[in-house]
């Protein structure tokens, strides 16, 4: 039998905490054999369709395969299934909606490595996009560090507002993003939306949006004038944001997972840094288990009947 999970329940079972810790301890996992695979193509119109295979993780019985499409002008813009796998038999355990798990891990993930990066008496946050993920990125936040002053802007006034009054927040114009200590990009767009001169010395930035290609939130100045912080340098070459502003592997300081043990981070609190993740399919399989571990009861369906 397989467990459905929508979205309701999700937000029921995924809670911040528990997700910061399982994120953290992945990220301290040793790397599988297996390759993690990202298959993304275009569809006739509007949308893309990406697949997320296989989500593995020492210790877990279990893996993941995601599908999903994603239509920028739709509401909710990201839709499909995470497929959570017996890792023995290959019996399918749960699916679930891929769009509050991707916004769960995502946020969270990058709650972590926002809080690494940037300085420690950082506290004045700026988010440009003020949707699913940035949402995310802003409640984990506030678990790891003080957040004192939230400036948030949007293409959509409304929405920043919104989410501004959610989060004790305050809408602003881009103009006022410059005293930010932090700034969290989490668009949709294909055109920088910082470049160097945006960034004063000692911010933090990281970008949730390039993550697939042409997608660039960040211009190349700000990259190469920054120390710049990845998921997974290949993946970052191949669709993120390193290969599409045009940079090489020497461009990247390191990973999240060597700040997490502590071989690399911050050199000083004058640089910019820059933390810009593309996703792994790791993170799916951590959230998923979580949620298939925490539900005691709810929908079941056998495909197999």
């Known amino acids: 039998m397989t467990l459905l999970l929508n ?31 990202r298959v993304r193509t275009d569809l006739p119109g509007p949308g893309t369709a990406t ?9 877990v019985p279990a893996y993941t395969v995601k599908v999903n499409a994603k239509f920028p002008t739709a509401n909710p ?19 679930l909606d891929s769009a509050t798990v991707t916004a769960y891990r995502t946020g969270l993930a990058a709650a972590l490595g926002t809080h690494v990066l940037a300085r420690a008496d950082a506290s004045t946050v700026a988010v440009i996009g003020a949707g699913a993920q940035a949402d995310l990125v802003i409640r984990g936040l ?64 990281t970008s949730l949006g390039a993550d697939e290609p042409g997608k660039a939130e960040l211009a190349a ?4 004038t920054s120390r710049v912080f990845v998921d997974d340098v290949a993946l970052s070459l191949e669709m993120g ?14 990973t999240l997972s060597e700040i997490l ?28 288990w979580l949620a298939f571990r925490t539900m005691r009861s709810g929908t079941r369906f056998d495909f197999l009947a």
């Open 221 to 224: 100045d700000l990259l190469r």
């Open 7 to 37: 979205r309701t329940e999700l937000t029921e079972l995924l809670e911040p905490d528990a997700c910061l810790e399982a994120l953290r301890a992945g990220f301290f996992a040793s790397a599988s054999a297996v390759r993690p695979l």
């Open 142 to 205: 506030r678990r790891l560090r003080p957040v004192h002053d939230l400036l948030v802007t949007d293409r959509e006034p409304a929405r920043a507002e919104t989410f501004a009054a959610r989060h004790g927040g305050r809408p602003v114009t881009r103009a006022e993003l410059s005293t930010a200590e932090i700034v969290v990009t989490a668009t949709w767009s294909r055109e920088p939306v910082l470049r160097g001169d945006d960034v004063a010395p000692g911010t933090h930035v």
């Open 51 to 59: 697949a997320l295979i296989p989500g593995l993780l020492d210790g």
């Open 261 to 288: 043990d502590g071989t690399t981070g911050r050199a000083s609190d004058a640089e910019v840094t820059v933390y810009a993740p593309v996703g792994l399919p790791w993170q799916d399989l951590a959230l998923a």
């Open 241 to 254: 944001a390193l290969g599409n502003a045009g940079l090489d592997a020497a461009d990247a300081a390191g």
């Open 77 to 95: 813009a990201l839709r499909g299934v995470v497929c959570l796998h017996d890792l023995a038999t290959g019996e399918l355990l749960a699916l």
